[in-house]
């Protein structure tokens, strides 16, 4: 269908964001059950719950499922976890009723809302019945395809039938859809937040089905039928909406309707400048909590993109968003979804975390079934944390004595950026034998000072008891480096690091020293012995 039709963007330009204050705000997140959310379409949600919360107003929930041909069984529910695990909060929906009520359009098609309407738009000549059959539509595209005429029905042979042939078709038992009669000649406007006022062509613009054969109503319809009964007051969605814009303008200018403010929040593109998709990696909401992203650091980071809250501030809970949010902040340029900012924010809230909930987090995020199905057989992605040794790590993490496990997890707290980075990289903590680094073996266990150093600190470590603490540990090092008159301690530092952790890298020496403690330091130092390289 022609939905583009010829737009001609700001050709005044209206303060964006007109807002009728005081105005009770009222917005809708209207998604359709079609498939998983992606984060562009919480991105739209969020927005409205900004918004909303910004003028004290209602965000409603609306499931716009009246395509039952797209229609994926367990997508509503899906939505609403996933709006909700961003801390997303809605007044009125399908779970919570209201006065509006009920906000799931197949029920309200059942109750007949749609018809009523529909029929009112016949009556007043704005809509009319067409009959053709799919042979006659598909071979009408023909024919525009081959003559490079634009795509869609633009009145056909029935918008301006007359009633007898109606009467006709109708007692010949075909079954009609309701089509909207766009006017033509006439120049239909659309006043955006962001964009301003955005002019359309009518001539350019089809007539849509408003109702289908089967009695039920197109989106096009139903969202605007609702968005008055509603009392929507903006409508906040993508941008690629706007092409149907003058669709839904119309319709309200057809019934009388004052329309509310069209929002149309920019594409979300990935860093390569083409639509994020899958080929970015993770987009769908749910994937996102798996992978171990915080919904604060989600929330904060997806908002960001198109929205700037002015100044530099970067790192803004949902509350202080929800205090200085505003349309005119919304820019019109497509927004970069960066996954390395995403990452950057992810681990400043994982930093954010209080020590005492640590354990429980980690432990909640592995235990979750969807946690635990996204990293089994994942595959390994160059730059991102090694599915086995997640699994593993963490794993260990859930069944290590809690101690323990807490006193890992508070030293690695500082270095990771997700959740399930706490599992490579507490592995070496948990596992008996970590995996050796075989650059780091080779580069120190064949160094002349290496096994002298190894027995000693095996000797520390025998008479030191059930623990040692970091300053122990720090003492040791450097009695040790004293004493074997190295200047430096890092021939004392690299080496024993590398016979504990059996990496070059991680958490500071001393405080992981203590952590291990004597008996496991005890173990490795002896492994380590095993592994020393004599020329
Ligand atoms: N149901 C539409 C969707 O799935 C919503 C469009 C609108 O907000 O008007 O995206």
Known sequence: MSEVGSRVEGASSTCPGTLKEPMSVRVRYAPSPTGSPHVGNIRTALFCHLFARRHQGVMMLRIEDTDRSRYVPGCEEEIEESIAWIHIDWQEGPDKGGPHAPYRQSERAEKGIYAQ????????????????????????????????????YFGGKWRDASPDEVEAAESAGMRPVIRLKMPRGKMLVVQDAIRGRVEFRSDDVDDPVLIKADGMPTYHFAAMVDDHLMETTHIIRGEEWISSAPKHVWLFEAFGWEPPIFVHVPVIKGKD????????????????????????????????????????????????????????????????????????????????????????????????????????????????????????????????????????????????TTLADFGPACLFFLVDEPEMDTKAVDKWFGQAHVPALLEAFIKLCQAAGDSASPETCEAWVREYAASAGLEKLGPVVHPLRVALTGKTAGPGLFELMSVLGPGRMLRRLRRAQGLLITA
């Open 117 to 152: 309407w529909a029929d009112q738009l016949l009556a007043a000549g704005h809509a009319y019945k067409a009959f053709d059959t799919s042979a006659e539509l598909e071979e009408m595209r023909e024919f525009q395809q081959i003559n490079k005429q634009p795509i869609g």
């Open 273 to 416: 400048g083409s639509k994020l998709s899958k080929r970015h990696g993770d987009t769908r909401c749910l994937d996102f909590r798996s992978a171990g992203y915080l919904p604060e650091a989600l929330a904060n980071f997806i908002a960001l993109i198109g929205w700037s809250p002015g100044g530099d501030r970067e790192i803004m809970t949902i509350r202080e968003m929800e205090e200085s949010f505003s349309l005119e902040g919304l820019q019109p340029s497509p927004g970069v979804f960066d996954s390395d900012k995403l990452k950057w924010m992810n681990g400043h809230y994982v930093r954010q975390i209080d020590p005492s909930k640590l354990l429980s987090v980690v432990r909640e995020f592995w235990s979750h079934p969807e946690t635990q199905s996204y990293w089994k057989d994942r595959t390994p992605v160059e730059g991102e944390a090694d599915p086995t040794q997640v699994r593993t790590g963490l794993d260990a993490l859930c069944h290590a004595p809690e101690e323990y496990a807490l006193a890992c997890l508070k030293l690695e707290q500082e270095r990771v």
